[in-house]
Structures are given as structure tokens and as C-alpha cells.
């Protein structure tokens, strides 16, 4: 065929390919539109799933009547200008594809009475094909119906799903949009059943329980944004206790748009590590806040995902804004409550109240322990080795990656086990007081030192699996594993590419080999691979990815341990070179001062 340049029909249907690929998508381009015209309400109305039809009303400022044929045009937009440049753009629309896009695969019908007109106009689009305008009655805003969605696109219409996976796929958008936007009502009705509703207060907590229910709304926590920082975050968490088993609650948004960013979903999850079990993740809500040049919006077809020009920085706001959060309001804390701030009361952070010197003087050699039975007893002894990496400092910042120097040996005196409780944590005597010893924690540094020194020492030590598993893998993560495959061999996975975006993984590292059987071996493959994917440079994402194996050969929280099992762990952690901490920066142990016992009890 000779080259030649298409109809703007064709044009049009091909644009709205990208566009508009499913119900929600449309759903998501008309209530952005409503959005960026200040309306305060928004109700949404769905038949059949969206594919039937779809209508959202709002009460923002309308289209003046003599615009209203003008807004179906192809790249017609009031948004931006000649002399805007594609940067810093604060509004959700400005390519001006949507409406042409719709009325191209639909028929549309709008109505819209401008804030400063009289009368309402109609106007029709019938899958391209235009009617004249009418004047009719209407209130204040607009209101678009689409029906018939894809009905000429007989190909897109084979890949929607049932009505009610495209209703789901609406409302989870929906009930995102929502909490992005607590100052607007939003109202999501289907086949005449109500299923979302929001007040529209500008309460943060109040668009938490329109959509997700005044009990979840209940156990969230609230971000502090710093409003006097350029960059800044404000939002909503779950606390710990209130967790899923997806990441489909997690709700992201930069100066307004509602993003997708699997970077800044990590962002929150990393934050959350340790006060979560593994593989549970929190309900959030994190408005990020940046100047607006400092985001490019136009990099995705539905605007979807953005692009930073200090992503680094935006992460570790995120992140740390999180954490800040969460290490307030952990349990631990709360015991010093009653006092003054600045203290977090009875409990302590061993490393920094230690007085080394009585310790050294109490310390006598570690008893050996039985093995017999044991979780723990093959482990060997950690060596000496060099801690240069600290994910965490003591105010649980979790940003920091890179190389520290060289720290003491902190030293951790010897302790006697006393039990478990709540299947969590290990209670002991030390000289100074008592311990309390988070057990998945601890061991997670155990089995961190442990690994790393294998991996330092280039000591291969791998598992064949008796049945190799394939692991589908997300776009993209094949990249990762193509530039790391010398590490992920060293740390002992064995690794066949298997067609465009899956492995067969024949070989586990040892220290995984138990958790490994069934379909865990690929799951733990996939975290390691998220944590590659990080980047980062020298120790970095080594050490991430050693945390991350680490974590998953560690004994978790709720896991009952016999009393021999405990003093295992422990003997193990005395040796620790960091026993502090686990890799991720979390305490492995509190501790009861007796000199606070005793002034608690009145003793003295
Ligand atoms: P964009 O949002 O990128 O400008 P659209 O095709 O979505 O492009 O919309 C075209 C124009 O129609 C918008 O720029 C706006 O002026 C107008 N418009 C669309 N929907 C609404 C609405 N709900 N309220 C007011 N104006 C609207
Ligand atoms: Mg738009």
C-alpha cells in the first residue's frame, strides 16, 4: 500500500486504543475532567459493568455551550496553552484526547451548564459521528453518558472481563480517586445499588470510611506532613495490626495525580518491614507533595505513572515519613507515654544505654548448647567481619544505604533465656535488666551476617530442588536478572530463562532450602529480584539482597520455639557482630533497665 496519512475517524479509534482500554478508563477520564473543574461532588453511575453504560455527573464549572462540540475535538483542551511547557502541569487533563477518544468507540451524550450561562446544552456524539447542539435545562456542571463502549471495536471488547470484574476494576479506581480528593463527594452506584460514598468533608479519615468502612478508618494512622518542606507527604496508614494480603490498598498520589509506582509502593511496604509479617501489606494513603517541574506527567498514555526528576529524594520522604510514624506509635513506645518527651520510657534500645564496661566485666563464656532438636543448629559461627552497612540509624530513618565505616563490635552481654511470649518474643536476664528479643529479628541478623559471609567469601552453598519450578516474572524484572546474574549464582539460585518473562529456578540457596519447597522458592526469587531492581550502588543492593534472603530464612513471628530453640538463637546472636539490629534497622532487642524496675516498684 502506498503511505498515506489517515482519516481522523481511524486516527481517532487508534488514539483511543491507548487511551481507553477498559470501562474504568473511561470512568477515571471523566470524573479527572470533573475534577479539574472544581466540582465538589461527583456521581458515577454504572449499567452492565460500564459496558452497558457509563455516567458521571458533577457540579464543577461546566462548558460554555458554544465549546461544548470544540471539547470532542482531537487535541482541544482548555488546560494548557502555546506557552505552557509540558512540565509543570497542575491540572489531570492537558492532551485534550479524552472526549474525541470516548465519542470515537461509544456513543456520548453531554450535557453541561456553564457557571456563567443561563442555559444548558446537549450534545451528541454517536461513535464519531456528530449532532447538532440543543439548548436544554440543566444545572450548574456536567453530565456524560457513555454507552455502548466498544461496540464498533469488536477486538476490545473480547478482552473486557465479566460486568462485574470491570465494576471492581472501577471501583477500586474509584474509591483511589476518592481518597485523593477527601474535599469531593463522590457517589459510585451500580445497576441501582450505592456500592461507595464519600462525604466529601476534606477529612482524610472521613474519605478512609466511605471507602474502605468507619472500622478500617478507625485503626488508621496519620503521616505528618512537613508544610514548610518542598517536598512533603501527608495521608493515612494502617497501623500494623491492619494488614492484606495485596498491595491493591495502597493508594498513591503526587500534587493531586493519582499514580502507580511500584518504586513508592516499596517505599511504604520497606517502611512497614518488621512491624508487618512478610508477605502482608498495609492500607496507605500517601499524598505526595512536590514543586510541580519536579514531575513529568506526560510520560505514561493513560497518566498513569510519572516520572521524578529526584525520585531518590521523593523515596526516602515516603519512606521515612512512614517510618516516623510507625516507630511512634509501636507498642513500645507507648510504655513511655507518661513521660517526659524525648524518653520512650521504661524500654530501652540496648546499644545506646549499655554501660559497656560492667558488661565486659559480667561477660563469661557462652555456655554451649545442645543441638539436639534444635531450629538453629547447624548454623556456624559468624566470624569477624567488617559491618559497613547500616540500613537504619537509631531513629529508625530508614534511608541511608551506603558505606558507614567501620563500627565497634557492640557487644551484647550474655543472656539467660527465661521463655517465649506471644510466640514473638524471647524474654531473658541479662545483668543490667531484662531483655525482651524479637526472634524473627534476631535471627534475621544471624542468618544476615551468616549469608553475607558466605557471599564475601564467594563460598557457593545451593540446593537443588527435586522438582525445578518456573517463576513468572513482572515486565521487566528479566533486565534484572540479566545484569545480576553472577550474584544471584554466587548466593547459590540456579537460573534457566525460560521464554520472555519467565525462569526455571533449579537451585535454592541452602540457608533457604526448607522454605523453599512448593511455590515459595519462586515467591522469595521474586522479592530478591524486587530488591535488585532497586539499583543502588556498591553494598547496596548486595546487601538489600542478602537482607531479603536473610528475612525469608528467618524464623518468623507466631512461630512457637521450645525453650532449647531460644537459647540457640540466642547463643547465636551473643556472637553477632551486630546484634543490635536487624539488617533492616530494626532493634533485635529491648531492654528493662533494673535501676527503672526499681524505681518503678518504689524500691528506692
Ligand atoms: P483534557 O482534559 O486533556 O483537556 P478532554 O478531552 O478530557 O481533554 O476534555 C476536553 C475539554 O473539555 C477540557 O479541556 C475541558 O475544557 C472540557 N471538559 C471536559 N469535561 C469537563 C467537565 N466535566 N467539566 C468542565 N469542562 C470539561
Ligand atoms: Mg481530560
Request: charged letters at 25%; glycine letters at 8%.
Amino acid at each position: 500500500m502506498p503511505i498515506r496519512v489517515l482519516s481522523d475517524d481511524l486516527a481517532s479509534r487508534i488514539a483511543a486504543g491507548e487511551v481507553i482500554e477498559r470501562p474504568a478508563s473511561v470512568v477515571k477520564e471523566l470524573v479527572e475532567n470533573s475534577l479539574d473543574a472544581e466540582a465538589t461532588r461527583v456521581d458515577v453511575h454504572i449499567v452492565g459493568g460500564g459496558a452497558q453504560s457509563i455516567t458521571v455527573v458533577d457540579n464543577g464549572h461546566g462548558i460554555p455551550s458554544d465549546e461544548l462540540a470544540l471539547a470532542f475535538e482531537r487535541f482541544a483542551t482548555s488546560k494548557i496553552d502555546e506557552s505552557s511547557d509540558l512540565i509543570a502541569i497542575g491540572t489531570l487533563g492537558f492532551r485534550g484526547e479524552a472526549l474525541p477518544s470516548i465519542s470515537s468507540v461509544a456513543r456520548v451524550e453531554a450535557i453541561s451548564r456553564h457557571a456563567e450561562s443561563d442555559a444548558g446544552a446537549r450534545f451528541l456524539v454517536d461513535f464519531g459521528k456528530t449532532k447538532p447542539i440543543e439548548q436544554v435545562g440543566s444545572p450548574q456542571g456536567t453530565r456524560i453518558e457513555v454507552s455502548g463502549l466498544f461496540k464498533n471495536v469488536p477486538a476490545r471488547l473480547k478482552f473486557l472481563g465479566s460486568p462485574g470484574r470491570e465494576l471492581s476494576r472501577i471501583e477500586s479506581m474509584l474509591a483511589s480517586l476518592a481518597l485523593v480528593y477527601p474535599q469531593v463527594s463522590f457517589s459510585l452506584n451500580s445497576d441501582g445499588r450505592e456500592r461507595l460514598r464519600t462525604i466529601g468533608s476534606g477529612k482524610l479519615l472521613d474519605a478512609v470510611a466511605g471507602v474502605y468502612g468507619a472500622k478500617i478508618a478507625e485503626q488508621m494512622l496519620e503521616l505528618e506532613p512537613d508544610d514548610s518542606a518542598a517536598f512533603s507527604v501527608d495521608g493515612l496508614i494502617s497501623s500494623p495490626s491492619l494488614n492484606r494480603s495485596n498491595r491493591t490498598y495502597l493508594t498513591i498520589s503526587v500534587n493531586g495525580r493519582w499514580i502507580q509506582s511500584r518504586r513508592l509502593s516499596y517505599a511504604i511496604e520497606q517502611a512497614y518491614h518488621g512491624f508487618m509479617p512478610d508477605r502482608r501489606y498495609p492500607i496507605a494513603l500517601a499524598r505526595i507533595r512536590t514543586p510541580l517541574d519536579d514531575v513529568d506527567a506526560n510520560v505514561h498514555p493513560s497518566k498513569a505513572e510519572v516520572r521524578f526528576l529526584r525520585e531518590d529524594l521523593v523515596y526516602s520522604v515516603v519512606q521515612r515519613a512512614v517510618r516516623g510514624v510507625l516507630s511512634v506509635s509501636s507498642p513500645v513506645h507507648e510504655l513511655g507515654s507518661g513521660r517526659a518527651s524525648g524518653s520512650i520510657g521504661l524500654f530501652r534500645i540496648p546499644g545506646a544505654v549499655v554501660n559497656r564496661e560492667r558488661f565486659n566485666q559480667f561477660s563469661i563464656s557462652p555456655s554451649t548448647s545442645p543441638a539436639g532438636g534444635s531450629k538453629f543448629p547447624m548454623w556456624p559461627e559468624p566470624t569477624a567481619i567488617v559491618e559497613q552497612f547500616r540500613l537504619a540509624d537509631s531513629e529508625g530513618e530508614v534511608i541511608s544505604d551506603g558505606v558507614q565505616g567501620i563500627t565497634p563490635k557492640e557487644t551484647l552481654p550474655v543472656l539467660r533465656v527465661i521463655g517465649q511470649a506471644h510466640e514473638t518474643y524471647i524474654l531473658a536476664e541479662g545483668p543490667e535488666g531484662v531483655y525482651l528479643v524479637d526472634q524473627h529479628a534476631a535471627h534475621e541478623r544471624v542468618m544476615f551476617e551468616r549469608v553475607r559471609e558466605r557471599f564475601e567469601q564467594n563460598v557457593i552453598e545451593s540446593q537443588p530442588l527435586l522438582d525445578p519450578v518456573t517463576v513468572d516474572l513482572a515486565p521487566g524484572a528479566i533486565t534484572t536478572v540479566h545484569e545480576h546474574l553472577d550474584e544471584l549464582n554466587r548466593v547459590g539460585w540456579e537460573i534457566e530463562e525460560f521464554g520472555a518473562n519467565s525462569l526455571i529456578l533449579r537451585s535454592v540457596p541452602a540457608s533457604l532450602a526448607t522454605r523453599a519447597s512448593g511455590g515459595g522458592a519462586g515467591q522469595i526469587l521474586v522479592s530478591v529480584l524486587d530488591e535488585l531492581s532497586e539499583g543502588g550502588t556498591g553494598d547496596a543492593w548486595s546487601n538489600r539482597m542478602l537482607a531479603t534472603m536473610a528475612c525469608h530464612s528467618s524464623v518468623r513471628a507466631g512461630q512457637i520455639l521450645s525453650t532449647e530453640e531460644c537459647k540457640d538463637l540466642i547463643r547465636q546472636l551473643e556472637k553477632a557482630e551486630n546484634p543490635n539490629t536487624c539488617p533492616h534497622g530494626r532493634p533485635t532487642l529491648i531492654q528493662l533497665n533494673v535501676n527503672d524496675l526499681e524505681r518503678e516498684f518504689k524500691r528506692r
